[in-house]
C-alpha cells in the first residue's frame, strides 16, 4: 500500500482531530500506512520520534477534542534546502510519498513548492548515497493533498474552513453570556472577535447574536460612523431596548486604513452618549474548546475524500485542496485557491476592498 502521512501545520482549530482520525481511518481502510507527522514541518524535518506509524485505535477519542493532539509548528528550517532534505530523507527511508497538509495557504504553499522540488531532493539523496538507486526509482513522485483548517474562513474555494463553525459558536456563546449581565446594568458591550483580514466571524456573529452595529475589514465604515453608531444605538434604546452589542473584528479599518479599535468605539459611545460601556476582547478562547457537529462532520468528509483524491492521483495529477461547495465536498485545484486567497490578502492590504470581496466570493465550480 501507499505510505500517506499527515500533519497540521500553522494555527490550530476545531475539528483538525477529526480530520486526522478520518485520514488515518479512511487510509488504514483501504489498505494504505498511515502515519502521523507530529509538529508540522519541524517534525517533518527532525524525523525520529516525531513520525510514527498510526493505528486504527491511535485515534480513538480525539474527534470531540479541540487544538491538535499531534501539534503544530512554524519552521524556519523547512524555509531553506537543506531543512527540505532532510525531510525528504525522512520520508523516503518510511516509504512515505504522500502528504496531506492540513493548514492555511502558508502550509499549502510550503507542501506545493516541496512537491516541486523532490524529484532534485531525490536526485541529491541518492548522488550523496544516503537513499538507494532502487528508492529513487519508486519514490520518484510526492503526491500531495489539502484541507484548510482556520477559524477565519478566509481561504478562496471552500465555503467552510475546519474550525470556523466552532469559533462561531463560541463566540455566540460568549456574547448570550455578556448580554445576560449588560442586560442587568444596562451596558453597551464591545466586543472584538479574531479573524484576522477577514471579517466572517464578525459579520456572521453579528447576524446571530442581533448585535447592533458591526465593523469589518471588507466594509468601510462612512467617514461619520461615530455619529451613524451613535444615532443606531440611542434609537434602540429609546425603543425600549436595555443593552447595546457593537461587534468589531480585529481587521477592521477606516476610510484611512487606520485600525478601528475596541477602544476607540468605547470612546465614542462615552463621550457620546455617557453609557457605561465595557470591552471584552474574546481572544482565543474562540479557537479553543471542542469542535462543533458541524466541524465533526466537515472534517470527517474532507479527510476522507483526502484520502482517495492520493489514491487516485497520478503522476501529473494536480495537486488538490479538499472544498466545501454548497453541501458537496470536492476538490479544486490547490494552486489556484492559494493564489486566489493570497490576491485577496493584497487587495485588502492596497485598500482594493471591491476586488478582494468579488475574488472572496466567487465560486470556482460553479
Ligand atoms: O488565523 C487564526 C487566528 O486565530 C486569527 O484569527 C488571529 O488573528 C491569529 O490567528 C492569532 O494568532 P496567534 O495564535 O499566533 O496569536
Not at 58 to 86: M, P, Q, W, Y
Not at 227 to 248: D, F, H, P, T, Y
Amino acid at each position: 500500500g501507499r505510505g500517506i502521512a499527515v500533519f497540521t501545520s500553522g494555527g490550530d482549530s476545531q475539528g483538525m482531530n477529526a480530520a486526522v482520525r478520518a485520514v488515518v481511518r479512511f487510509g488504514i481502510y483501504l489498505g494504505a500506512k498511515v502515519y502521523f507527522i507530529k509538529e508540522g514541518y519541524q517534525g517533518m524535518v527532525d524525523g525520529g520520534e516525531n513520525i510514527v506509524e498510526a493505528t486504527w485505535s491511535s485515534v480513538s477519542g480525539n474527534l470531540h477534542k479541540g487544538g491538535t493532539i499531534i501539534g503544530s509548528a512554524r519552521c524556519k528550517d523547512f524555509r531553506v534546502r537543506e531543512g527540505r532534505l532532510k525531510a525528504a530523507r525522512n520520508l523516503i527511508n518510511r516509504g512515505i510519498t504522500n502528504l496531506v497538509v492540513i493548514g492555511g495557504d502558508g502550509s499549502l504553499t510550503g507542501a506545493n513548492l516541496f512537491r516541486h522540488e523532490w524529484s532534485s531532493l531525490v536526485d541529491e539523496l541518492a548522488e550523496k548515497g544516503v537513499v538507494t538507486a532502487e528508492a529513487k526509482s519508486k519514490y520518484s513522485n510526492l503526491y500531495i493533498v489539502g484541507m484548510v483548517g482556520s477559524i477565519d474562513n478566509d481561504f478562496c474555494g471552500t465555503d467552510m474552513t475546519i474550525g470556523t463553525d466552532s469559533a462561531l459558536h463560541r463566540i455566540i456563546e460568549s456574547i448570550d453570556a455578556i448580554a445576560a449581565t449588560a442586560y442587568s446594568h444596562q451596558r453597551t458591550f464591545i466586543m472584538e472577535v479574531m479573524g484576522r483580514h477577514c471579517g466572517f466571524l464578525a459579520l456572521a456573529a453579528s447576524l446571530a447574536s442581533e448585535a447592533d452595529y458591526v465593523f469589518i475589514p471588507e466594509w468601510l465604515p462612512e467617514a461619520d460612523w461615530p455619529s451613524r453608531m451613535c444615532k443606531k444605538l440611542s434609537s434602540e434604546r429609546e425603543a425600549g431596548q436595555r443593552i447595546n452589542i457593537i461587534i468589531v473584528s480585529e481587521g477592521a479599518v477606516d476610510r484611512d486604513g487606520n485600525t478601528i479599535t475596541s477602544e476607540m468605539v468605547k470612546d465614542v459611545v462615552v463621550k457620546n452618549l455617557h453609557q457605561d460601556a465595557r470591552i471584552t476582547v474574546l481572544g482565543h478562547v474562540q479557537r479553543g474548546g471542542g469542535p462543533s457537529a458541524f466541524d465533526r462532520v466537515l472534517a470527517c468528509r474532507m479527510g476522507a475524500e483526502a484520502v482517495l483524491a492520493l489514491m487516485e492521483a497520478e503522476a501529473e495529477t494536480e495537486p488538490c485542496v479538499v472544498s466545501l461547495d454548497g453541501n458537496q465536498v470536492i476538490r479544486l485545484p490547490l494552486m489556484e485557491c492559494v493564489k486566489r486567497t493570497q490576491a485577496v490578502s493584497k487587495a485588502m492590504s492596497e485598500q482594493n476592498w471591491d476586488v478582494a470581496v468579488q475574488l472572496r466570493g466567487r465560486s470556482f465550480a460553479r
